[in-house]
């Protein structure tokens, strides 16, 4: 789990101006070298998080992004897109030059490769096709190079841009000074490096092809990262933009900004719950879908909170806002999604490293290459090819969007299903787990009392053993007496009102409650109550359970229990399926907690525990050598979700368990806990994956380059698809189920 150090300040900038995760890895650097400060840049996000001491100005941050060659500023307001509006001016600017690029390379690529197109001064057609495309195409290389020049730093748009004007400035020196623009010339195509004159060789297709390919890698990668980030705008987009609020007693429709906490508002049959409430009057069926991804509506009534964001389906509430702004549902879920993507994995850090000294290194590579094979007699031209090549194909791209992407899929599908992660780090800890320590109320159970089985004595009919019981606790306001009634109407199908009305009532403390129902003095409670009536108990019956008796006579016991849910069962099958060893743990009595711990199968029970004592079983089962997480929703899970090595906080659970857990499972469904752990692994995985193409590509691709059995066009067009290989990989997490 990331915490935050006391007395810091954690401030996020967005900085413009990256192109690659070497220009990352710089503004980090420069950030990190100030007295008190400790940053993360993400190159996907765009998006610094800097936490600094209160003595470090936010203007000092920025200043230090400026001199390092990049702008900064705090991000803007996220805003859900408005329908029809061009989302990212700066996607439909790269566009049209990749457009225009490929119009005008197209012929210049087709002429070189194909000397049967060759015509007399073809060659100048080329050069007047390929200048606005090495100029105009690629200027965003060329300028960001230029911008770190001055500032004594090489990038990826360094390696760029020297290699295509290096390729570009050789063919105007072949043309004007060399035999090149001879008439009549004709020029062959070959994917090595080659050996002919070098005054008679132009690169016009290298300078012009590389320019448009990398143009169209970046394009990809910039729609590919626009789509990656699509779920967390989705979830800005939830929130409802006006609202009916009931002020004087009149309702007036205002934006949502202006509802207060603790004011009224109504929420119409189709309309969004404006914001996190508790209903006050009417009922309805509300669809939280697109917040927990629970396909069925809920129903709710007088007294039950609702969540901003939600569809009212059905009826008409009237609500009371108890959570405005940033402190809703919503909002926090978004936040917490925001915050993951912005982090880094363990595995990211190597990555990062690596880019910080590669663009340097490459360059040196380059002009070994050229001395090498100058020195080795080939001739200037496959010496130039081959240095030319090695620029190119050796941009460290697919390295600095391997992860960024990754947690940005990732994170963001599980926020459409109800799976908050923390941070990156926590992908790291699911690797690890192997027990899962299951919190037994509210987490394997409904935390709700229910009536699960009618045992009547001999001579006395069940239905009228629930009618007579039923009708005597309706009164009572104790839990186990509301779950009896309840239990009673819905086994004998009718309405609990509809069951019989005592004509006296007493309730006994601590014992259970007595009156007349139908003419009959009865009793219903624990064995205390029956034996000062002097009602003989048989021997054998149920400890625990709710005995009645009428008449002077035991007439039969109910069970009442913490009903197990429906979905724990399966949701345990699916802990074991991933290798994990479940455990139930409750304060509760140890015949209790087995009975439900043999109803969904978990082997291992720690009963009669304490609530400060939960998180000492968590360190004890750790001191055993196992890898823990802890699912739990009570404020008494929270320190046990923080001791654990991954907490999983039930979201339907408490503002303290949800903040202690590093996943937080938005609906309270159990089998969301495998999702959570299933689809985290996923995304580790896929993480993994990236970076092992991404280091592989460029060990691989690095020597074929240097040993001049690569043309540089051929390996711009596989250099600026390594990166969008990267991305389309990471996209896969979207189709997660």
Not at 615 to 622: D, E, H, M, S, Y
Request: glycine share 10%; net charge neutral.
């Amino acid at each position: 789990m990331t915490s935050t150090a006391p007395g810091t300040t954690v401030t996020e900038l967005t900085i413009g101006g990256m192109t690659c995760a070497s220009c990352a890895a710089r503004v980090e650097k420069k950030l990190n070298r100030m007295d008190g400060v400790t940053a993360t840049v993400n190159y996907a996000t765009e998006k610094a998080r800097v936490e600094h001491a209160p003595g470090v100005a936010v203007d000092d941050l920025i200043a230090t992004v400026v001199k390092t060659g990049y702008t900064a500023e705090p991000p803007a307001p996220p805003e859900p897109e408005a329908p029809g509006r061009d989302a990212d001016p700066e996607l439909t600017a790269l566009r049209r030059r990749l457009l225009v690029s490929a119009v005008l390379a197209a012929p210049v690529v087709l002429l070189a490769m194909v000397p049967a197109l060759q015509f007399d001064n073809w060659q100048w057609l080329s050069l007047t096709l390929a200048s606005p495309v090495v100029v105009w195409g690629g200027l965003p290389f060329h300028r960001a190079a230029w911008t770190n020049l001055r500032h004594g730093a090489a990038t990826m748009d360094t390696l760029v841009s020297v290699g295509t004007l290096a390729a570009y400035g050789w063919s105007l020196w072949a043309l004007f000074l060399g035999d090149a623009g001879t008439p009549g010339m004709r020029h062959g195509f070959d994917l090595t490096a080659d050996r002919a004159d070098g005054s008679s060789a132009i690169y016009l297709e290298v300078a012009a092809g590389v320019v448009t390919f990398l143009l169209l890698g970046r394009y990809l990668e910039a729609r590919a990262k626009r789509r990656a980030g699509a779920a967390l705008r989705a979830l800005l987009d939830l929130g409802a933009k006006e609202v009916s609020v009931v002020r004087g007693g009149t309702e007036t429709r205002v934006p949502v900004d202006s509802l207060r906490a603790g004011e009224l508002f109504t929420v119409r049959p189709g309309e969004k719950i404006a914001t996190d409430g508790t209903v006050t009057e009417g009922s309805s069926a509300v669809d939280a879908s697109m917040l927990t991804g629970e396909s069925l509506p809920v129903d709710v009534a007088p007294g039950d909170p609702v969540t901003g964001g939600c569809l009212n389906v059905s009826g008409r509430l009237t609500v009371r806002a108890t959570r405005v702004g940033a402190e809703t549902r919503l909002a926090r879920m978004a936040e917490l999604v925001e915050r993951a993507q912005s982090g880094k994995a363990e595995v990211q850090r190597l990555a990062d490293q690596v880019s910080a000294v590669f663009v340097p290194v490459v360059l040196v590579l380059a002009l070994a290459t050229l001395g090498f094979w100058l020195g080795a007699g080939a001739g200037a031209t496959a010496a130039f090819t081959a240095a030319v090549a090695v620029l190119i194909i050796a941009c460290p791209c697919a390295l600095g969007l391997a992860t960024p992407t990754a947690l940005l899929v990732g994170t963001g599908r599980g926020a459409q299903l109800g799976i908050l992660i923390k941070g990156p780090e926590v992908l790291e800890s699911t690797r690890r787990i192997d027990t899962v320590v299951l919190d037994k109320t509210g987490t394997v159970t409904t935390g709700r009392m229910a009536l699960t089985g009618v045992h009547p004595a001999p001579g006395t009919g069940p239905d009228e053993l629930l009618r007579l019981a039923g009708g005597l606790e309706h009164p009572s306001e104790h839990p186990v007496a509301r779950a009896v009634a309840a239990g009673a109407a819905e086994r004998l199908g009718v309405p609990v009102d509809a069951l019989p009305v005592p004509k006296t009532f007493e309730n006994v403390p601590g014992l259970g409650v007595r009156g007349s129902v139908d003419g009959r003095l009865a009793l219903a409670g624990r064995a205390a109550l029956l034996a000062a009536e002097d009602v003989e108990v048989p021997a054998g019956t149920a400890p625990g359970a709710v005995l009645v008796a009428w008449d002077g006579v035991f007439r039969g016991s109910l069970t009442v229990a913490d009903a197990v849910k429906d979905t724990s069962a399966e949701a345990v099958a699916r802990l074991r399926a991933l290798g994990l060893r479940p455990v139930l743990l409750t304060g509760d009595h140890r015949a209790v907690a087995e009975a439900v711990a043999a109803e969904v199968g978990i082997d291992e029970v720690i009963a009669g525990v304490l609530p400060e004592e939960k998180a000492a079983v968590v360190r004890r089962l750790r001191e055993e050598g196992r890898t823990v997480a802890m699912v739990g929703d009570g404020v008494n899970d929270a320190a046990a979700l923080a001791t654990a090595d991954l907490g999983l906080a039930m979201g339907t659970g408490t503002d303290a368990a949800i903040e202690a857990g590093d996943l937080t499972l938005v609906r309270g469904d159990l089998r969301t806990a495998a999702d959570a752990i299933r689809l985290s692994r996923r995304t580790l995985g896929t993480i993994k994956g990236n970076l092992a193409w991404a280091f592989g590509y460029n060990v691989a691709a690095l020597p074929l380059a240097a040993a001049g059995l690569l043309n540089p066009m051929i390996a711009g067009l596989t250099m600026a698809f390594s990166s969008v290989f990267v991305v389309t990989n990471s996209l896969r997490l979207r189709r997660f189920r």
